[in-house]
């Protein structure tokens, strides 16, 4: 029964893929130390060692370059508005911040490696896991694949690289959250809420607002004084500050403006929320829940031949115009609108078709999604991905990987300006990014799988001493390089810190410590340095790789 199992888990690999990765979702949720938990990529990883004891598996490479590169475009793709607004208010400080915490990582590593005798297996993989750079892994067996060394002793570093890379993972980011989170902010002398606000207000900060407009249903009873009012009428007498956007009468809607309000009628109105008080005292009015089918709030992109006249005509159609930018949440003036902003108009805008083609044009939907960009994004990283040089006489290529991630962010940049075209939602790209990394590192799991045992006792306790190195020595020389030498602001270098070693789950936690404003700002300083760092990690990888090798 048990050779029948094992036959039938290394004869339908795409089961046992799938099942380490059901297995490895759920222990990576699981919370360990102080709420720290494994992640999916991690555990699933481990439960991939485990069940790939049980035969020999190949890995599909076509498979992993497609899913790889798939979570790198998706990760450049999420950060790259956020970088571009980050680089306007900081400059190139994040940016060479990054830099100066990769030559220190580099130059840590590499010393590392030399006093602990590590090679082109283990030295990538103790890379990718002390800096939680899961993508290292990816670039490092690519090329450990064009070393000119033979089949059995790639297939060994093969094998210490994801063994090498689980054992440090844990230390690179729960010894690194410490590190940021509590340690640092008492180094640098600083409360984090205490500077987040002062930060904020400094930079003029602000978290996104909450949409200022509100939706409420009236139920009209008879002796309301709106009962044969026309919906026309009572736009007019609250005028347009409160708009009704449409009237129920049993299951029939309308949003007609001359038709006339009778008992019993159920009243959708919109507004903004500080203009509500102007319905206290109006008798017969009781407010009830709002039909599911009643009219909802769209974005609009505005065009060069916008004019704010457009507005008031909009109004007098009974349309409620919202100013406030729907994506950033920013207060917009009406004088100050240009092509490009973004509003949001509620209720029949089939009578205005003609002003709204002169004023631009709908925003896409949140769901759809834009294949052909993603299919682009894709392909060009291919062909990005051959631009390369040569260490010790080892051909190193920027990788699909790292190029993938610079065309995430190309494209995305260029979508925020054109935002009248199909994007590619946030909840795909979320998807991409957990699912795409964790299938590949499902596959190298399994097929590494057997060597691991002979991989862990060859590595000893001394791979977790090198990941503790690695991990906490490039933070604390940047630190205080950047306090002390560069006098970087100490808030904004933490959340550079986080950025370089692409630490999210720390930048999560000092942004909450520092408020909802001063998190803001944070994760501003954070963004720049996260790009940096993915792509700085991931070339170190394949860098360390030829450097070892000889």
């Known amino acids: 029964m048990l050779q029948q199992v094992q036959h039938f888990l290394v004869s339908v690999p795409i089961f046992t893929l799938f099942l380490s990765l059901a297995l490895g979702f759920a222990l990576g949720r699981v919370k360990l130390l102080k709420g720290f938990s494994l992640g999916p990529t991690v555990g699933t990883l481990v439960v991939a060692l485990i069940i790939g004891q049980v035969g020999v598996f190949t890995r599909n490479e076509e498979l992993g370059t497609i899913f790889f590169g798939a979570f790198m475009f998706s990760v450049g793709y999420k950060v790259g508005p956020s970088f571009f607004v980050s680089m306007r208010l900081f400059g190139g ?7 100066i915490w990769l030559f220190n990582a580099f130059w840590v590593a590499w010393l590392t490696f030399k006093l602990f005798h590590i090679g082109p297996g283990v030295g990538p993989g103790a890379i990718a896991g002390s800096l939680t750079q899961s993508a290292t892994v990816a670039s490092a067996l690519q090329t450990i694949g064009a ?40 180094i640098l002398k600083i409360d984090l809420r205490e500077q987040g606000s002062r930060m904020a207000r400094k930079y003029h900060f602000h978290a996104k607002n909450p949409n200022p407009t509100w939706r409420r249903t009236y139920l009209v009873h008879e002796n309301s004084p709106i009962v044969n009012q026309t919906i026309g009428n009572f736009n007019k007498f609250f005028d347009s500050r409160l708009v009704a956007l449409a009237a129920f009468h ?7 403006l001359d038709y006339k309000i009778r008992p019993g009628d159920r009243v959708t109105i919109i507004g903004y929320a500080i203009h509500f008080h102007e319905l206290i005292g109006i008798e017969g009015l009781k407010e009830v829940l709002t039909p599911t089918n009643a009219p909802r709030e769209r974005k609009f992109v505005l065009g060069r031949h916008f004019h704010p006249y457009q507005l008031a005509t909009l109004r ?14 920013a207060d917009q003036l009406i004088n ?3 092509p490009g ?22 925003h896409t939907a949140e769901s759809a999604i834009n294949y052909s960009l993603f299919c ?3 392909a060009g990283a291919s062909m990005l991905g051959l631009i390369g040089l040569k260490v010790n006489g080892i051909p190193l290529q920027l ?27 946030p909840a795909v790209t979320g998807f991409l990014q957990n699912f795409g990394l964790t299938i590949f590192v499902g596959m190298v799991g399994l097929q590494n799988a057997r060597a691991f045992t002979s991989a862990m006792q060859a590595l000893g306790w001394q791979i977790l001493l090198v990941g503790a190195l690695i991990s906490i020595l490039p933070h604390v020389i940047t630190m205080l390089f950047g306090r002390y030498i560069l006098h970087m602001e100490p808030l904004a270098l933490i959340g550079a810190l986080c950025g370089s070693g692409t630490i999210a789950a720390a930048m999560n936690d000092v942004s909450q410590r520092a408020g909802r404003e001063g998190g803001a700002y944070v994760a501003s300083a954070f963004t720049p340095a996260f790009v940096v760092g993915n792509i700085g990690i991931t070339l170190l990888g394949p860098l360390f790789v030829a450097l070892l090798s000889h």
């Open 341 to 362: 902003d973004v509003i949001s108009l509620t209720g029949n805008t089939s009578k205005t078709a003609p002003t709204l083609r002169k004023m631009g044009c709908w």
């Open 399 to 425: 990788g699909n990987g790292t190029a993938a991630l610079l065309m995430g962010l190309l494209t995305s940049a260029w979508i925020d300006r054109h935002r009248n075209i199909n994007s590619i939602p």
């Open 376 to 378: 682009i994004g894709i």
């Open 93 to 99: 400080r994040m940016i060479f911040t990054a830099l």
């Open 316 to 329: 007098q159609h009974g349309v409620f115009v919202n100013l406030q930018n729907p994506i950033t949440g």
């Open 250 to 256: 049993g299951y029939d809607m309308t949003d007609k």
């Open 147 to 186: 070393l000119p060394v033979s089949h059995a002793v790639k297939m060994s570093y093969e094998a210490q690289l994801p063994v090498a890379y689980a054992l440090t993972y844990v230390f690179g980011t729960l010894g690194v959250i410490i590190l940021l989170r509590d340690l640092a902010p008492k």
């Open 336 to 338: 100050h609108l240009q």
